[in-house]
């Protein structure tokens, strides 16, 4: 079954894995918000038994291999409606749409939930191109836009410009200025290079690097990529000419892999990576191999999959099993997804027995040091910081599996505008993180 599993996985990949936390560009909102329906009137998406969510994701397409995501969201809400009887009496209801990573299909897509379908909110709708293309007309109906399955700082850098806008994965700059920061802990004197996506999350990202990276460190290449690039071999090829020391890179699975395995089999270049959690997942282990990808870097929020003695990990599991799904299929995607639902489920309850749009935002804003049950730190809104996932710790890909290392470092309470190699404290990794 695990190889079979294995084999389907690879084969999505192959087929043109993209982008799953992609670019965005530039496009402010209108200041407007939630707005209540007048008094006796119906919110949208509420019944006396039932709470019903949205989401425009990518089921099917290039990036089909992250479906697992939205799908173990909805084992979970699921598995809540079955064991607790929904949230406040009332079960959930996730409706999923695929628009196979097309923007103009999920706009239509985003229209059906708002205007037939009647959702609530949003909850983790995925990818950013797809997304900016939608954000403005959810916050001109007034529909909470939660926990969008993205890194992109868009979302997250101005919530009085997008106060319904949550993100829940670290965002780029942030994720990058830690490696930034690891790259001048560990390469003082060296050169380092960067291999990244031509849009805003490689973009995003190597302004975190650079923010981490002090003059101690010189920087030889910046090797930017298309998405429609066949492979990063050429990228690869100048940064070993350059004679870089250590090589970041913000790509996705299929073409991060290909290129390490270019650098270690063709060129024979043990040179040390560090990658983006867009990549930090058994998908680039599977595509690379394991004696590839042995050692190569990247952040993680959660404790891993194979960490059974601990109970959250043996809760995921039988969640999984309860969906269906064998547990060798328990993955940091899972994990993920987890922590999403598990987020939206606390923010409902808070919610209270009437909710209403206006009050969900207010929940949401209320969350404060709260820890999802496969969460190695807490999370923390506040109506001026919509960014959750702001301390998280480096891991390692060793022996066929992602451990967790360290260090960890947290900007909690940071805005993007204003993070700096100043900005990071670094704090200790949580009981039970390491093997």
């Known amino acids: 079954m695990r190889t079979t599993r294995m084999l389907w996985v690879l084969g999505i990949l192959l087929a043109g894995t993209m982008l799953f936390l992609a670019a965005c560009g530039d496009d ?52 809540i409606n079955e064991t607790e009887g929904g949230v406040n009496g009332r079960t959930i209801t996730y409706l999923l749409e695929d628009d196979q990573y097309s923007p103009p299909l999920a706009v239509d897509l985003t229209r059906k939930l708002v205007e037939q379908d009647g959702i609530f909110a949003m909850f983790n709708a995925l990818g950013t191109p797809n997304h900016l293309q939608v954000i403005d007309y959810l916050q001109d109906q007034g529909v909470p836009d939660m926990y969008l399955a993205t890194g992109a700082t868009e979302w997250v850098r101005d919530p009085a410009a997008r106060p ?27 050169k380092y290079g960067v291999i990244l996506q031509n849009d805003d999350f490689g973009i995003d990202g190597l302004a975190g690097v650079k923010l981490g990276v002090n003059d101690t460190v010189e920087l030889v290449g910046e090797e930017p990529y298309e998405v429609t690039d066949p ?15 250590v090589v970041v890179i913000f790509s ?23 990658i983006s959690a867009v990549s930090m997942n058994e998908l680039t282990a599977l595509i ?40 060798s299929g328990a993955s940091v995607l899972t994990l993920y997804a987890q922590y999403v639902a598990e987020m939206m489920v606390e923010t409902l309850r808070r919610a209270g027995d009437n909710p209403t749009r206006a009050g969900l935002i207010e929940a949401a804003e209320s969350l404060e040091d709260w820890t999802c049950s496969v969460c190695l730190y807490s999370v923390t809104f506040s109506p001026d910081d919509h960014d959750p996932a702001q301390t998280f710790a480096l891991a390692e890909y060793r022996g066929g599996r992602i451990e967790i290392t360290g260090p960890a470092y947290s900007y909690e309470g940071v805005a993007v505008a204003d993070l700096s190699v100043d900005s990071l404290e670094e704090v200790e990794l949580p009981e039970g993180a390491q093997p």
Do not use: C
């Open 288 to 327: 690379a191999g394991d004696d590839v990808i042995e050692g190569t870097i990247g952040p993680v929020a959660t404790f891993m999959q194979w960490q059974e003695d601990l109970p959250g990990i043996q809760r995921h599991l039988e969640i999984l099993e309860f969906a269906g799904i064998d547990r």
């Open 252 to 274: 996705t699975p299929l073409l991060l892999a290909n290129a390490i395995r270019h650098a270690r089999q063709d060129l024979d270049w043990d040179v040390p990576f560090i």
């Open 164 to 190: 319904f806008a949550f993100g829940s994965n670290p965002n780029y700059t942030g994720e990058g200025l830690v490696m930034g920061k690891y790259i001048t802990d560990n390469f003082a004197g060296g």
């Open 28 to 79: 402010d909102g209108d200041d407007g918000g939630p707005t209540e329906p007048a008094d006796g009137a119906e919110v949208p998406g509420i019944s006396d038994t039932e709470i019903v969510l949205g989401a425009h994701t990518s089921l099917t397409g290039p990036i089909a291999a992250y479906s697992i995501i939205p799908t173990m969201a909805s084992a979970y809400f699921d598995y």
């Open 231 to 245: 492979d990063l071999n050429s990228q690869v090829d100048r940064l070993r000419a350059a004679e870089a020391d």
